[in-house]
Structure formats: structure tokens, C-alpha cells
């Protein structure tokens, strides 16, 4: 049988405070550190209150990744221009279109976004021109278009 031996009782329970003691320190300077975090990302906050005051808008919520995982701009006024032509059936104009794509959120960071919408509709060989406006080229003359004189 064995021995009692009270030392070990004596250097378990020192070990054991000493381990309690730096798992508190720890827990304190995670704490502290996410008191550092939660300040700067209400600075954060801040700072993007203040600038959509400035600029009257909010960006969309990708802005924000990385540039090789974003769609070109060009192809996002492509994409929204059918979608809205689509629902309105009716070929649209660069203005209709442009105010389409500022409601849906549309970061158009270009110095004259309509003259951009207008010149990316016109190189697309997606779109035909009428007097109307733009309409999608894969798909039938909507009643009442009359083809511009200005393309194809």
C-alpha cells in the first residue's frame, strides 16, 4: 500500500493555482483585446457613416473583396441593363437604364456614368440600338421599335 505524502498535495495545488492564474491573465487580455477590436471597427463605422452622407449612397456589400474575385463593372451594367429591359419589355435608353443601376445599388465610380452606359450598351454586341433605346440582339423586336439609323 501506499504512502501519504502531503508535499504532493502541496506542489499539485501550486501547480494548479499557477495554471488558474495564467488562464485568468489570458481570458484578461482577450478581453482586452477585443475592447481594442470593437473601438476600431466603430471607428470604422463611422468613418462609412460619414462617407455615404458625403456621396448620398451606400455601395454595394462585395465592394469591399479583393479585385480578382470582383465582375467588372462593365459586365454588371451589361448583366442589370437586360435584366431591366427584360422586366420592362421594352427597349430603354441609357438615362432609364443608368437610374435602374443607381437603385439596385450600382457603385458607378466613372467622372459621366451615363456617357459609360450608353458606350458600353453601343460596343455590346448583345444590344441593338433603336430610337427607343437599347434592347437585347438574341431576342425578337419588341411591337413598335424602329431601328436606329446610327448602327448596323
Same mark, same amino acid.
Given at each position: 500500500?501506499?504512502?501519504?505524502?502531503?508535499?504532493? +498535495?502541496?506542489?499539485?495545488?501550486?501547480?494548479?493555482?499557477?495554471?488558474?492564474? $495564467?488562464? !485568468?491573465? $489570458?481570458?484578461?487580455?482577450?478581453?482586452?483585446?477585443?475592447?481594442? &477590436?470593437?473601438? +476600431?471597427?466603430?471607428?470604422?463605422?463611422?468613418?462609412?457613416? +460619414?462617407?455615404?452622407?458625403?456621396?448620398?449612397?451606400? @455601395?454595394?456589400?462585395?465592394?469591399?473583396?479583393?479585385?480578382?474575385?470582383?465582375? @467588372?463593372?462593365?459586365?454588371?451594367?451589361?448583366?442589370?441593363?437586360?435584366? !431591366?429591359?427584360?422586366?420592362?419589355?421594352? @427597349?430603354?435608353?441609357?438615362?432609364?437604364?443608368?437610374?435602374?443601376?443607381? $437603385?439596385?445599388?450600382?457603385?458607378?465610380?466613372?467622372?459621366?456614368? &451615363?456617357?459609360?452606359?450608353?458606350?458600353?450598351?453601343?460596343? $455590346?454586341?448583345?444590344?441593338?440600338?433603336?430610337? +427607343?433605346? !437599347?434592347? @437585347?440582339?438574341?431576342?425578337?423586336?419588341?411591337?413598335?421599335? *424602329?431601328? *436606329?439609323?446610327?448602327?448596323?
Amino acid at each position: 500500500m501506499r504512502s501519504y505524502d502531503p508535499s504532493f +498535495e502541496t506542489e499539485s495545488a501550486e501547480f494548479l493555482a499557477r495554471a488558474l492564474q $495564467s488562464l !485568468y491573465k $489570458s481570458i484578461e487580455d482577450n478581453r482586452r483585446l477585443i475592447e481594442i &477590436a470593437e473601438h +476600431e471597427l466603430q471607428q470604422k463605422e463611422n468613418m462609412a457613416s +460619414e462617407i455615404e452622407k458625403l456621396i448620398g449612397s451606400k @455601395p454595394p456589400r462585395d465592394a469591399g473583396k479583393d479585385n480578382a474575385s470582383r465582375i @467588372p463593372l462593365y459586365s454588371v451594367v451589361l448583366q442589370k441593363a437586360r435584366e !431591366y429591359m427584360l422586366k420592362k419589355a421594352k @427597349p430603354l435608353n441609357r438615362r432609364e437604364i443608368l437610374s435602374y443601376l443607381l $437603385s439596385e445599388g450600382v457603385a458607378l465610380d466613372v467622372s459621366d456614368p &451615363a456617357h459609360f452606359v450608353g458606350k458600353v450598351l453601343w460596343r $455590346s454586341d448583345d444590344f441593338i440600338s433603336f430610337k +427607343e433605346g !437599347y434592347w @437585347p440582339a438574341d431576342l425578337p423586336v419588341p411591337l413598335g421599335a *424602329s431601328k *436606329s439609323d446610327r448602327r448596323k
